[in-house]
Every structure is written in C-alpha cells, then in structure tokens.
C-alpha cells in the first residue's frame, strides 16, 4: 500500500493564483495484490486528506468486499503482500 501525493483534479496551462489554490484535493491510496499469476492494483481516491489508518481499515474492508477481490482470493495459490 502507498499513498501518493494528494492530486488536484482540473485545471489547465494557465490559471490565476485563486483557481490554483481553491481545487479541491484528493487522497489517492494503491494497494498491489500480487497472486501466483497477476499483479492486481486497486485504487482509492477520496476527499479524506488524513492518510490516517481509519481511512486505510476503511480502504481495506472496501477491498475484501469486493467481488473481484473475493473472487482472486478464494484461488488455492494466491496470496496477499
């Protein structure tokens, strides 16, 4: 898992300093799942700026209910890093 720099969506070659300064930013969480046979990354991308371990627990427990995800683990040979 990584958090990446938070990203601000918009904008363009030219902007004024109060358009630059009032985009709104996102928090944007990877986590890589690797199995015997693929790479699988799953991204997170949410308002929350806190980078805290709330936002993760609630990233991860995302990620185990999803169907794709349940779908990858119930494989004999994969495994989560």
Do not use: E, L, T, V
């Given at each position: 898992m990584d958090f990446k720099e938070n990203i601000k969506v918009g904008g363009?070659?030219?902007e004024t300093s109060h358009s630059w300064w009032n985009k709104?930013?996102?928090t944007l969480l990877d986590i890589l799942v690797i199995t015997s046979?693929?790479?699988h990354f799953y991204d997170?991308?949410?308002e929350d700026l806190t980078?805290?371990?709330v936002f993760v627990k609630s990233c991860i427990a995302d990620l185990l209910g999803k169907q794709s995800f349940k779908?990858?683990?119930n494989h004999k040979t994969?495994?989560?890093v």
């Open positions: 363009g070659p030219r709104i930013q996102f046979k693929n790479f997170f991308i949410s980078h805290d371990s779908d990858k683990k994969s495994h989560m």
